[in-house]
């Protein structure tokens, strides 16, 4: 769920103007996954425009207050949400940890990094949302160190079903700054794409396990 129009929109043209969402559907990108998608996005690149990254901490912090109550901690998903989520925490004068993607092979062999107590309330910052497991693993972590989370956010979602049934699953709570449907909306009428092509990205969307097979 996006936090609003008016965010989504301007979300949308601000990583659409320094290519932090590139779409080519003529030449399609290859995921990690070995999917074939006609749209790549590093939301990361977000952190070299200092307007822009305070724009979305500014936003992010204003709509977790709203949406969740004010959290005790603030987490980031290693590693693309680490920045964001320590400039949220910044913001919001929060603590903040991190979480890996798995425990460290050696030393103290930590998956959340930072200072966590029991039964403290979290809030999740991550920076694009696909299929949602990678996400939802940071959630176990924080859950299995003790921590209360109540919700996620992230920069970015594809909107996939296969991940709204997997936060479903988890009783977690999304909400994002921006998602597909107005990114396309938004490329169109900017003329960043054609009619054409957005109805390709449009079909993309449905199946993209599948697409481009």
């Keep these: 769920m996006i936090f609003n129009t008016d965010t989504a929109k301007k979300t949308a043209e601000l990583l659409l103007q320094i290519n932090a969402i590139k779409l080519n559907p003529k030449n399609p990108f290859t995921w990690a996954s070995g999917w074939k998608s006609p749209i790549y996005c590093d939301n990361r690149i977000t952190l070299s425009f200092p307007p822009i990254r305070n724009y979305m901490r500014e936003e992010f ?3 977790i207050e709203k949406e969740f109550g ?3 901690v603030i987490a980031g998903v290693a590693t693309g949400a680490i920045g964001m989520g320590m ?3 910044e913001y919001m004068g929060l603590p903040f940890v991190y979480v890996r993607p798995e425990p460290k092979k050696h030393g103290r ?3 959340v990094e930072g200072f966590l107590q029991k039964g403290q309330n979290v809030i999740v ?3 694009l949302i696909s299929t949602g497991n990678s996400s939802l693993l940071a959630v176990e972590a924080l859950r299995a160190a003790g921590a209360n989370v109540k919700g996620m ?5 594809y909107g996939f079903d296969i991940a709204v049934e997997n936060f479903k699953k988890a009783n977690i709570t999304l909400h994002t700054l921006g998602d597909y449907g107005t990114l396309l909306e938004l490329a169109a009428a900017k003329s960043y794409i054609t009619e054409a092509e957005q109805e390709t990205l449009k079909e993309w969307r449905h199946s993209p396990a599948t697409w481009g097979q």
Aim: avoid cysteine; aromatic fraction near 4%.
């Design 87 to 89: 400039l949220v925490a």
């Design 153 to 157: 956010v992230a920069i970015f979602t």
């Design 125 to 127: 910052v991550e920076d």
């Design 109 to 111: 062999q930590n998956q």
């Design 61 to 63: 912090s204003k709509h």
């Design 70 to 72: 004010r959290p005790d």
